[in-house]
């Protein structure tokens, strides 16, 4: 069953999307302080940055996921997103983030019901087994 829902996002929930992948991140390869705090810090500045300039927050984002990929309808036209270009769906204090080969999309919690919450969490199950 597709699932269908549209975000738009909020400065401050995406960067705390962001915050939270970098902080992942440089956990990840080990980098410790003081380091991985200039890392952490200039990573969601610049994130933020781009999101201010982008015009985010004015967009609204119609998504369709299901067993062919991800279809992201925004302002710039459609995105169509394979599944083999979802390296791993990770979950996130305000909802799941894809991790795509080339950048992220975050999905917040707020825009799904449950259903579709439980419905991501299986294509996060499926990616995660498919990785293996």
């Known amino acids: 069953m597709p699932l269908e829902f549209s975000v738009r996002y ?15 991140l440089i956990r990840r390869r080990r ?17 933020a940055f781009h999101f ?8 609204t984002y119609a998504f369709t996921i299901d067993r062919h990929g991800i279809v992201r309808t925004g302002p ?3 995105t169509l997103i394979g599944w083999e270009d979802v390296s791993a769906i990770r979950s996130y ?13 975050p999905i917040p919690a707020r825009c799904l019901t ?16 498919a990785a293996h």
């Open 10 to 24: 909020s400065l401050f929930e995406y960067v705390s999307f962001m915050w939270q992948h970098a902080h992942h």
């Open 31 to 47: 980098i410790h302080a003081p380091a991985s705090w200039y890392m952490l810090v200039k990573s969601t500045w610049a994130s």
């Open 52 to 59: 201010v300039t982008q015009g985010r927050s004015r967009h």
């Open 76 to 78: 710039g036209g459609v």
């Open 93 to 105: 204090a305000r909802g799941r983030l894809m991790v795509l080969k080339r950048g992220t999309l």
């Open 114 to 129: 449950r259903e579709q919450s439980d419905g991501l969490a299986a294509y996060a199950a499926w990616v995660r087994e």
